[in-house]
């Protein structure tokens, strides 16, 4: 049989996180000792009372269906929270879980964008906002958010971006891969431009929990009514509380987009795992410790790792504000290790060296390599030694 696939999946490019860490667990079943640092997760277990709290719901017969866009008691847990983490008050209509973040911002895209609607993303950006755009028949436009100015970009870039056919803006504050921060004073000004142009701002704030040395976090939905009416707060329990696995993310905002999104999960994906719904709401609604040791503990990690990174030979690295990740410029790195670029040397990184990274291509900034301290403070110290030797010995070697 002759297989044609549709062009939509044609012209994907392939998440290149997902492909280092597959690359990395060849390595390791073939019994090298290969150090990831790839991964998009936190390395503690979900907490226990959330894990009993999933357990107790299938004890209690609670494994049906639920509502496509999410239990009632878990919108709730949702709009409480949001009202007391950032003092904003939506309805349950305002409000719609899916199967993860990741997946909620696939349905947005399908529900508002038209064939060659333009989505302005700045770069660096996380590697599935463009091709979710372009599944959903949308063009991405890419502003560069400059590394002298924390990879965040200005309102004056974006004007620039605009055109007729832009339909929405994507923000990830904290930021995957950068984990740099928009301020209150920036985020205003960059919704003013938004405003003007009657944009949609996907505000992506998965990460808003894990944020360091005395840095916030701030939704862009916060700062006005006006900015509230055209924001869709994307986020989830996956990151704050270690529940990657669970897929439990939700979208927040204009009642007309949900209803939309709702009754495209109630084609796609029927509804959220039950029992992953009633862990997540556990994980609202119950103690909220877990979440602060996990980020005291990524706070050292980054403390730590920080100044070794940036004692290695053509490696310089901003610090980062929140997120789990580092995002260090390795291009003098690479040349001095004599490679022609970036991609080659993660590529000798790994397979010499046994450390698997994730070149910054994928995030649209190739003089890069995204680190993730989502590991003991022990493997990040050796992966980091394994690095600053790798490129010695390079160097030497020519």
């Known amino acids: 049989?002759?297989?044609?696939?549709?062009n939509r999946v044609a012209a994907l490019t392939p998440s290149s996180t997902l492909a280092i860490t597959a690359k990395a667990k060849e390595l390791k079943a073939q019994g090298l000792n290969v150090i990831g640092l790839g991964a998009g997760e936190p390395d503690f277990n979900t907490p226990e009372h959330i894990i009993e709290a999933a357990y107790q719901s299938m004890k209690d017969g609670k494994t049906k269906y639920t509502p496509s866009g999410g239990l009632p008691e878990l919108k709730k847990a949702i709009i409480n929270k949001l009202e007391k983490d950032q003092n904003l008050v939506y309805k349950n209509s305002e409000v719609m879980v899916g199967i993860g973040a990741k997946h909620v911002l696939y349905t947005l895209f399908q529900v508002i964008l038209n064939e060659g609607d333009e989505v302005i993303i700045p770069t660096p950006y996380w590697v599935s906002y463009p091709e979710q755009v372009k599944l959903a028949g949308g063009k991405p436009v890419y502003v560069e958010g400059k590394e002298e100015l924390q990879f965040k970009i200005t309102p004056e870039q974006l004007e620039a971006a605009i055109t007729e056919k832009t339909r929405a803006i994507i923000l990830n504050s904290p930021s995957n891969p950068t984990g740099m921060i928009y301020t209150k004073e920036e985020l205003a000004a960059i919704g003013e431009v938004c405003l003007k142009h009657?944009?949609?701002?996907?505000?992506?704030?998965?990460y808003?929990?894990?944020?360091?040395?005395?840095?916030?976090?701030?939704?862009?939905?916060e700062i006005s009514t006006k900015l509230k009416e055209v924001t869709m707060i994307i986020n989830g329990v996956s990151?704050?509380?270690?529940?990657?696995?669970?897929?439990?993310?939700y979208a927040v905002g204009n009642e007309t987009i949900i209803s939309a999104m709702t009754d495209l999960a109630s084609h796609s994906t029927s509804n959220p795992t039950t029992t992953s719904q009633y862990g997540a709401i556990e994980a609202y609604k119950g103690p909220q410790d877990a979440v602060e040791e996990m980020r005291k503990a990524f706070e050292e990690r980054l403390h730590t790792i920080h100044e070794k990174l940036i004692a290695i030979p053509g490696v310089s690295c901003l610090k980062p504000q929140g997120a789990f990740y580092f995002f260090p410029n390795v291009k003098e790195?690479?040349?001095?290790?004599?490679?022609?670029n970036v991609d080659d040397f993660v590529t000798g990184l790994l397979e010499e060296a046994l450390v698997a990274?994730?070149?910054?291509s994928g995030f649209g900034a190739p003089d890069n390599i995204r680190i993730s301290y989502a590991t003991s403070l022990e493997l990040l110290e050796?992966?980091?030694e394994r690095i600053h030797a790798y490129i010695e010995k390079k160097r030497n070697d020519q």
């Open 1 to 6: 049989m002759k297989v044609t696939l549709a």
């Open 198 to 206: 009657d944009l949609l701002i996907v505000s992506d704030e998965i």
């Open 208 to 221: 808003e929990k894990l944020v360091y040395d005395g840095h916030s976090h701030v939704s862009i939905a």
């Open 239 to 249: 990151k704050s509380h270690s529940m990657t696995g669970w897929r439990i993310g």
């Open 333 to 340: 790195a690479a040349q001095l290790a004599g490679f022609r």
């Open 357 to 360: 990274v994730v070149p910054g």
């Open 382 to 384: 050796e992966a980091v």
